[in-house]
T-cell receptor, first 115, second 113 residues
Framework: NAGVTQTPKFQVLKTGQSMTLQCAQD?????MSWYRQDPGMGLRLIHY???????DQGEVPNGYNVSRSTTEDFPLRLLSAAPSQTSVYFC??????????????FGSGTRLTVV | AQSVTQLDSQVPVFEEAPVELRCNYS??????LFWYVQYPNQGLQLLLK??????LVKGINGFEAEFNKSQTSFHLRKPSVHISDTAEYFC???????????FGTGTKLQVIP
């Protein structure tokens, strides 16, 4: 089924460890983004990309890196995990191809706990 | 920059009663507006979107929203809610010509049997 696939679904890290959250979409969407969701704070944008090779920072980029080598993949790297990064992470994609303004398609999320 | 305010963090409503979830936005330029729904332990799904034209927008599951430019609002309504509508609802805004989307803090709709 077409959509956004996130892996893993759950992860527990120790403080200081690094890891990569994977995100892949098969809809040929040019725009991809990473959000974190925390209780009472809605979704906050971490990083986004408007196409392969192009990335930019969102509201809360510190402690995270991204790259976009292909249209399909947009991994999020935690450099040195901290308890403040305990959250649910969502990857989302969208397109404006042909002038159609689409909403986001979201992945099912990665629940990360840093101890 | 744009911002979104959802004043109600929780809205309890009895089954088959009408509901309105409020959303106000701030932007100095034209915007697109969206409502998303999130069921427990799932990602967000698009309910409806306003791009231009008619200010009354109809979405999935019987929801509709009305864009009011003068009041900078985009309230979500449903005339009769069902237990299955229990979820968290997010309003979102995107400036025309830009890709970034800003989300509100969400409103939890609790439908009481």
């Amino acid at each position: 089924n077409a959509g956004v696939t996130q892996t893993p679904k759950f992860q527990v890290l120790k403080t200081g460890q690094s890891m990569t959250l994977q995100c892949a979409q098969d809809m040929n969407h040019e725009y991809m983004s990473w959000y974190r969701q925390d209780p009472g704070m809605g979704l906050r944008l971490i990083h986004y990309s408007v196409g392969a090779g192009i990335t930019d920072q969102g509201e809360v980029p510190n402690g995270y890196n991204v790259s976009r080598s292909t249209t399909e993949d947009f991994p999020l790297r935690l450099l040195s995990a901290a308890p403040s990064q305990t959250s649910v992470y969502f990857c989302a994609s969208s397109t404006s191809t042909g002038g159609v303004i689409g909403g986001y398609t979201f992945g099912s999320g990665t629940r990360l706990t840093v101890v | 920059a744009q911002s979104v305010t959802q004043l109600d963090s929780q809205v309890p409503v009895f089954e088959e009663a009408p509901v309105e979830l409020r959303c106000n936005y701030s932007s100095s330029v034209s915007v697109y507006l969206f409502w998303y729904v999130q069921y427990p332990n799932q990602g967000l799904q698009l309910l409806l979107k306003y791009l231009s034209g008619s200010t009354l927008v109809k979405g999935i599951n019987g929801f509709e929203a009305e864009f009011n430019k003068s009041q900078t609002s985009f309230h979500l309504r449903k005339p009769s809610v069902h237990i299955s509508d229990t979820a968290e609802y997010f309003c979102a805004v995107r400036r025309v010509g830009y890709q970034k989307v800003t989300f509100g803090t969400g409103t939890k709709l609790q439908v009481i049997p």
